[in-house]
């Protein structure tokens, strides 16, 4: 496992293109993934509330906030797709080397979450009116539900690396022993209850932030917002706690088995004498950025659980009447997206200089292609990946901008769909 | 156990070229049909289909990577550039069909639509490449890598590419041809029709410039293989054809999908027993049971995987019966 003739130099060129293609992708990737869990299971709660309630007032808060996931999740599905190829083009170390045991939980993911997922989601936008609504709330429940498997599967694999485990190795490739132990490591539990009321955490943010902004623009469906500023503020301070105590919950474990992130000096220096004998000499010093981005990310999570303090405003709508209440949550709405970048950077970073910690480097798992080559791919899919995600935003903020008015999604069927070439369309809407 | 696993990467990789197919031929053939309302038309004949059939693709890289890492990593950097074209078209049109609707505004839907028409194109191109490419093998050198991009470009591959696109035209002009109502749905079956024949030129081209290639004949481990079912590739172009002609578009598109599927076969069965053959070293070639995860991986996913694997697909197929037949006016409109 050595680095191959294209010269130490372009090598090292090479490994920082497809590090920093990486971490791109996964950045923007990730920037959607925690809207679409967060809002599929606010979307869960308002869908379940009207089918209980049979309130009009639910179902048109279904019918925008399922909007605003939808123009969500079309990036959050076409930067999966690219994270999913990226391992192979980019990585062929990771499947060459560890393949038969990283693989399985991504396959899981792949399969039993992934695919339900767009199949079930598809059945639920055009479902609309067309199946019976047990039916219906069935399927968001199910995108819900194969949401969360897919976060978990993927956090699996993603633990995996930073704790490999249940595997032994057979001249240089690893083999599965132990797939339980994959399902237990230490690193996975509480970052999965981090990540995901991180992803809760955004979720209920964004519909305060953009309830707060229709209410300060006095917008004329005042029930409405108000009904999901509540929703949302409620569900925003609940997730705050939890993202803190999960993510406090980590440092104990993930010290213990990666003491060159969160260790004490003493096994730290123990583990980098240990793999200057096994891998040679070399720098086993995570990144200093990966403490501070660490740091960072707790500042914000402080500000964030703040949002307790603005609960009881919410006696006698004092939160709506003060109105700067309403600002503080507008401008809060972006925070929780640095802070999951941030804490990325801490996880990953904090990885480094290992693909999968004390086992195989990432020297060894990038693929062996020029930079060239690299460095094009990186151009062409950076460009791409972020003009659709500056578009996408720009549309999630017109939607949130023109309000819960005129909605596709959820329409009543009605002759003059626009599928007549006779009739006049209606269907310009968004 | 290898082998069932290669059947379902077979299953999935097909579903994909048939679903997905059509979703590129749809997009395709978007150029052809200016105009707002024929374009929506269009895009909700697709519907509820869209999501579920991408994420065949998904479904096949995550069977590549999890019984089959070692073909995984080689498969996809040996063939970077086919790859990342036919990944960017994905993307393209993925974010592109569910995004065009959004904005209410008539130039901006028409920039969505240049999108969705180039990202077509792209994946078409590209998934064609990709399996041009495995036929013609790759320089795969005994220490495991392959070397270089270069020896991708070649007119076989060009051909292969192309002939994808002539395919996927095809298909989507009969899907649209079997879900559209009344005077829309015989404007594809015409167009349909006159695409048949740019089909097969491009598959006959493919053909003669594959047989006249030193390294596509040398690759060609099952000449039998190689020579049937390109044909049969051709007999069911000409039954789709002709069955449009008698307008009979179900059967049109059972034809025109097995059109897509035959290639994955294509490629399996000329090149077995080999997933990746080698053309620079007969012995670097990677075997399907050489390009396999070890045996506890195969174990394991057989027994969480494969009990499940009738349940994605009766979802996918409910989803198929409960939105059967043509559109109408009363159709849900959404992308």
Redesign the interface.
């Given at each position: 496992m050595t680095s191959?003739s294209t010269g130490l130099g372009m090598a090292m060129d090479a490994l920082l293109i497809a590090r920093l293609q990486f971490a791109t992708t996964t950045s923007i990737h990730f920037l959607f993934v925690l809207v679409t869990l967060g809002l599929v299971t606010l979307l869960v709660y308002l869908q379940t509330a009207w089918a209980i309630t049979r309130k009009p007032e639910y179902e048109r808060l279904t019918r925008f906030w399922g909007t605003l996931y939808?123009?969500n999740?079309?990036?959050g599905?076409?930067?999966?797709?690219?994270m999913?190829?990226q391992?192979?083009?980019?990585?062929?170390?990771?499947?060459?080397y560890v393949?038969?045991?990283?693989?399985?939980p991504?396959?899981?993911?792949?399969?039993?979450a992934?695919?339900?997922?767009?199949?079930?989601?598809?059945?639920w936008?055009?479902?609309?009116?067309?199946?019976r609504r047990g039916v219906h709330l069935a399927l968001i429940w199910g995108v819900a539900i194969t949401a969360y498997a897919s976060a978990f599967w993927v956090l699996v694999a993603n633990s995996w690396l930073q704790n490999p485990v249940g595997y032994r190795m057979e001249n240089g490739?690893a083999?599965?022993?132990d797939?339980t132990a994959l399902l237990t490591n230490p690193t996975l539990g509480m970052a999965f209850g981090h990540v995901v009321s991180a992803a809760v955490l955004t979720g209920g943010l964004l519909m305060a932030g953009i309830s707060a902004y229709q209410l300060i623009r006095r917008t004329t469906d005042y029930a409405l917002f108000r009904r999901s500023l509540r929703i949302g503020l409620i569900t925003s301070a609940l997730a705050s706690s939890m993202v803190m105590g999960f993510g406090f919950a980590q440092f104990g474990a993930i010290g213990g088995v990666q003491p060159t992130k969160f260790g004490g000096d003493a096994e730290r220096s123990a583990i980098v004498t240990e793999w200057t004998a096994r891998f040679g000499p070399g720098d086993y010093t995570p990144p200093v950025w990966s403490t501070a981005a660490l740091g960072f990310m707790i500042l914000i999570g402080f500000a964030l659980a703040w949002s307790w303090l603005l609960l009881p405003l919410l006696f006698r709508d004092w939160i709506i009447r003060l109105r700067f209440p309403l600002f503080l949550m507008l401008i809060a709405v972006p925070l929780p997206f640095v802070a999951a970048i941030l804490g990325w950077l801490a996880r990953e970073g904090g990885r480094q200089p290992w693909a999968v910690y004390g086992l195989l480097p990432v020297s060894d798992a990038v693929?062996?292609?020029?930079a060239g080559?690299l460095l094009t791919?990186l151009i062409?899919?950076a460009v791409?990946?972020i003009a659709?995600a500056v578009?996408?935003w720009t549309?999630l903020a017109?939607?949130a901008h023109r309000g819960a008015h005129d909605l596709?999604?959820g329409?009543s069927?009605?002759?003059?769909?626009?599928?007549?070439?006779h009739?006049p369309?209606h269907?310009?809407?968004? | 156990m290898e082998i069932l696993w290669y059947a379902l990467l077979g299953l999935f990789l097909a579903g994909y070229l048939v679903l997905g197919g059509y979703d590129y031929g749809v997009g395709l053939l978007l150029a052809a049909s200016p105009g707002e309302n024929p374009r929506r038309r269009a895009l909700t004949a697709l519907g509820p289909f869209f999501l579920g059939n991408e994420v065949w693709l998904v479904a096949a890289v995550g069977i590549l990577f999890g019984a089959f890492p070692m073909l995984e990593g080689e498969l996809l950097s040996g063939l970077y550039p086919a790859v990342a074209a036919a990944l960017a078209g994905v993307i393209l049109v993925t974010a592109a069909v569910q995004l065009r609707s959004r904005p209410s505004g008539a130039a901006a839907r028409a920039r969505w639509d240049g999108l969705i028409i180039t990202g077509s194109a792209l994946a078409a191109l590209g998934w064609g490449a990709v399996l041009a490419g495995l036929l013609q093998g790759v320089p795969l050198h005994a220490n495991g890598h392959v070397a270089g991009i270069g020896h991708l470009f070649t007119p076989f591959v060009a051909a292969g590419a192309l002939t994808l696109v002539g395919l996927v035209a095809v298909h989507g002009a009969v899907f649209l041809t079997l879900r559209l109502p009344g005077g829309a749905g015989e404007h594809y079956a015409r167009m349909g029709r006159r695409l048949v024949p740019v089909a097969l030129v491009a598959l006959a081209s493919a053909t003669v410039l594959g047989l006249l290639t030193d390294r596509v004949r040398e690759t060609a481990q099952q000449p039998v293989a190689a020579l049937l079912l390109p044909v049969l590739l051709a007999v069911a172009l000409l039954a789709a054809g002709r069955a449009l002609a008698r307008r009979r578009a179900g059967l049109a598109f059972v034809a025109s999908s097995a059109a897509l599927a035959l290639p994955v076969l294509l490629v399996a069965a000329t090149t077995w027993p080999y997933a990746l053959v080698s053309s620079v070293d007969p012995a670097a070639g990677l075997t399907v049971s050489e390009a396999a995860a070890s045996t506890p991986t195969l174990r394991l996913l057989s027994w969480l995987l494969i009990p499940l694997i009738p349940a994605l697909l009766g979802f996918q197929a409910m989803s198929w019966w409960v939105f059967r037949g043509r559109i109408d006016n009363r159709a849900p409109v959404y992308w």
């Open positions: 191959e939808l123009i999740y079309a990036l599905i076409a930067t999966g797709i690219v999913e190829f391992f192979g083009l980019n990585w062929s170390g990771l499947s060459r393949g038969n045991v990283f693989g399985a991504l396959a899981m993911e792949t399969l039993v992934f695919f339900l997922e767009s199949t079930f989601l598809g059945m936008i055009f479902g609309w009116h067309r199946l490739v083999h599965l022993t797939f693929t062996p292609i020029s080559v791919s062409g899919f791409l990946l659709l578009t996408n549309l017109r939607r596709a999604l329409r069927p009605q002759p003059g769909n626009g599928l007549d070439d009739q369309m269907v310009l809407a968004g | -």
